[in-house]
């Protein structure tokens, strides 16, 4: 079929991997909870049609619709700071006949609106082009957290930084910030008996968000309570030694001291079952996609289409850095799943769209050579 012809080969492999490794581990892990093994399997034929139909798309067309999905990106975080829906002290949905998570909607609207506007001025980038794309990306940002959800104002965050550095940011504005977070890290560390004694409050972050840090820099400070879910993660990962304790024999995982077992922490049963192999061949197969997608964006004929590749790209890297983070103790819990691994429909969505952006354009490639 012509539709498959057009495909890149190497990336689908890569994904092939990924969600072989993802029904692998969802049967072990989900098949006694409820409909999820047959729920993740419709989720990952719903986002291969997906991506199918979005690697059809040109890139000039996707340039198109940068500027009208932004826009209504927006204009519907600002509905939900009005009038969303408040689910367990967050505000993150709308009704519109279906309930919806209009945040997500940003980690495809953010890289394809600033990869859009540094095309617009190709050749002629100033500072202001860049302050400008800073308050394009600042804008939604604002609007996430105060939701809120830091998760996912980390992802739209690193998807719309790395459009700007691709972009030619002067490594002269990169290091200070660079320095700056390094300088925060090693006071959090030398000063976290103070910082998070009981009554401590910090300013900017909520209280879940302050404790989510202090339960990274010491989970056995509440070991049943907030710190459980990193505790059992890392005896997890820690149980299954080099080789694992063999497919559907993960103890933690079945007998349900893995918290979200499916979904956030679906890493822990993972590596519990297959082990320190079985998590360096998945890290391969990221970094395999990761490196793939980073080779079409180089190739990409024009500058809105590296631009864009290279976003998308990164977002597959930030997800799975993300959730093996904190599933191991080195990042703060935030909620984000593991590419192709982890349950979850919004997610998948996503991922398949980041897909067909990338066939898209790596299929735009080759016909410019022909």
Not at 325 to 337: F, Q, T
């Amino acid at each position: 079929m012509p539709w498959f012809r057009d495909f890149d080969g190497p990336l689908v492999v890569a994904v092939l991997l990924l969600a072989g490794a993802g029904m692998l581990t969802m049967y072990s892990s989900g098949h006694d909870h409820g409909t999820r093994f047959q729920d993740h399997g419709r989720n990952m034929l719903i986002a291969a049609g997906i991506m199918m139909l979005v690697a059809q798309i040109p890139p000039q067309r996707l340039m198109s619709l940068a500027v009208p999905l932004y826009t209504l990106g927006l204009a519907l975080l600002i509905a939900v700071a009005i009038f969303g829906i408040t689910k367990k002290g967050a505000r993150r949905w709308i009704n519109l006949g279906i309930t919806i998570q209009p945040s997500e909607i940003m980690k495809i609207a953010m890289p394809l609106m600033l990869a859009w506007w540094f095309q617009k001025r190709e050749g002629q980038l100033r500072p202001l082009d860049f302050a400008a794309a800073g308050l394009l990306l600042a804008m939604p940002i604002a609007l996430i957290v105060r939701q809120p959800d830091l998760g996912t104002a980390i992802l739209v965050l690193s998807t719309g930084l790395s459009v700007i550095f691709f972009a030619g940011l002067s490594w002269k504005l990169v290091l200070p910030p660079v320095a700056l977070g390094a300088a925060l890290i090693v006071s959090l560390i030398v000063f976290e008996p103070r910082l998070c004694a009981d009554g401590a409050r910090w300013p900017v972050l909520h209280d879940y968000q302050q404790q989510r840090i202090c339960t990274l820099l010491d989970p056995s400070r509440d070991p049943l309570g907030k710190g459980f879910h990193t505790i059992q993660g890392m005896i997890a990962i820690g149980s299954g030694g080099l080789g694992g304790k063999g497919f559907m024999q993960g103890t933690q995982t079945h007998l349900e001291f893995i918290p979200e077992r499916t979904t956030d922490f679906i890493f822990a049963a993972f590596s519990e079952e297959f082990g320190l192999l079985g998590n360096l061949g998945l890290i391969a197969a990221f970094i395999f996609l990761v490196l793939r997608g980073l080779m079409i964006a180089m190739d990409a004929p024009t500058l809105f289409s590296r631009l864009l590749a290279g976003s998308v790209t990164l977002i597959f890297f930030t997800y799975a850095f993300v959730n093996m983070g904190m599933v191991s103790g080195i990042l703060p819990v935030v909620g984000v799943p593991l590419p192709f691994i982890s349950y979850g429909g919004t997610a998948m969505v996503t991922l398949g769209m980041g897909l067909g952006i990338l066939m898209s354009i790596a299929k735009s490639k080759r016909l410019v050579q022909s």
